[in-house]
């Protein structure tokens, strides 16, 4: 696929029309700044910059204070200070606020706001309250996070079907995760979610965190993959020799399941529509009630969910937006990412030479 780097006139359009959202935002909530500590949301403004050491937890080592004004001002430890600085925020414009490592940077962020009307998108702070729908912001993608989006998910699709293809009967569950991870490093892509079954445990366990258990006929492959703060999803199954009859039919089930989703979602369309029509198809394929045994998916981005569809889902479909729909038939498992567009779904994790069921992509028989 190649090396890919980041347009520079898309980024620096990217973060002004990412600013001007968050000062509508600020407008429209009568507030005068907000403070941003989640990862997601520091990288959505950003573009990409990375804030966070510690990779399983939700906030990054600096908050981001952004005013109505259009002041930036970011809040780290000292030992943060100087990377944040010359390589992730001071070319962005952004001022740097030390405060020392062995001391809470809450009396910092106090005197920077003192008097002003601010909100924060973490609960860590009694004194600031929550800055609601904020995650909204993200929903639609600009020109750069799509063109950066589309890069991730042909990697993350060539990740899965690599491990797919290069894993033998008698190989562990682990083998197949550690070929995941393998093709992630190199590229900087950091794996969010890698779930691996084999046998058995694809229909015992929605969410099956890999093991040492060799896989013997039948593997499951699922990825989330990050950078940027950007988010992908994609799944994929092999079965070594000739497919079992159940399997062909739940597989052709479950793949017009996926199309019904994709199909339905398009611009304007409320969320719960798109749910309902996923609904109609389980029913149609004679599966009325797994829908029941794990969610279906939703809006991708920067979260692996931006949020889950429901029967009671408020949220309307945008156009530039980023899907990832994951119906399940016990046994078998459909999912990739797809970006919203007025002509219709562009599927941004696919494997051009994967087989297919349906138009989705079918057990790979070796």
Request: proline share 7%.
């Amino acid at each position: 696929m190649g090396d890919f780097s980041p347009d520079a006139a898309l980024l620096a359009a990217e973060r002004e029309e990412k600013e001007a959202r968050l000062r509508n935002y600020l407008r429209q909530h009568g507030l005068d700044a907000v403070v941003l500590a989640r990862e997601a949301n520091i990288a959505w403004l950003t573009a990409g910059a990375r804030t966070r050491v510690v990779t399983t937890q939700e906030g990054g080592a600096a908050a981001l204070i952004y005013t109505v004004e259009g002041r930036k001002i970011a809040v780290t430890g000292v030992p943060e200070a100087r990377r944040l600085e010359e390589e992730e925020l001071g070319s962005l414009g952004w001022e740097i606020a030390a405060h020392p490592w062995d001391q809470d940077p809450e009396p910092l962020l106090r005197s920077i706001l003192k008097g002003r009307r601010a909100a924060a998108d973490v609960p860590w702070w009694p004194w600031l309250p929550p800055a609601r729908d904020l995650g909204r912001l993200r929903y639609r993608l600009t020109p750069g996070e799509v063109e950066r989006l589309r890069w991730l998910g042909a990697r993350t699709g060539a990740a899965v079907a690599q491990a797919c293809r290069a894993h033998q009967p008698g190989e562990s569950e682990l083998a197949a995760a550690a070929r995941v991870h393998a093709a992630l490093a190199a590229d900087g892509i950091t794996p969010a979610v890698v779930l691996v079954a084999g046998d058995d445990r694809i229909r015992r366990y929605r969410h099956p965190l890999p093991t040492p258990r060799p896989v013997e006929r039948y593997l499951m492959v699922v990825l989330v993959a990050e950078k940027w703060g950007l988010h992908a999803a994609a799944t994929r199954l092999v079965h070594f020799g000739p497919l079992p009859l159940e399997l062909e039919r739940k597989q052709a089930a479950v793949a017009a399941v996926d199309r019904a989703f994709i199909e339905a979602t398009r611009p304007g369309t409320p969320v719960k529509e798109v749910f309902a029509a996923g609904l109609r198809a389980y029913a149609a394929a004679g599966y009325p009630e797994e829908w029941r045994l794990h969610h279906q998916g939703g809006a991708i981005g920067y979260a692996p969910r931006e949020y889950l569809a429901t029967a009671a889902s408020t949220e309307v479909v945008e156009e530039n937006q980023a899907f990832a729909w994951n119906p399940s038939i016990t046994g078998v498992k459909s999912e990739d990412t797809i970006l919203v567009t007025g002509a219709g779904a562009e599927v941004l994790t696919a494997v051009p030479d994967w087989p297919l069921v349906d138009g989705r992509p079918a057990i790979l028989v070796r």
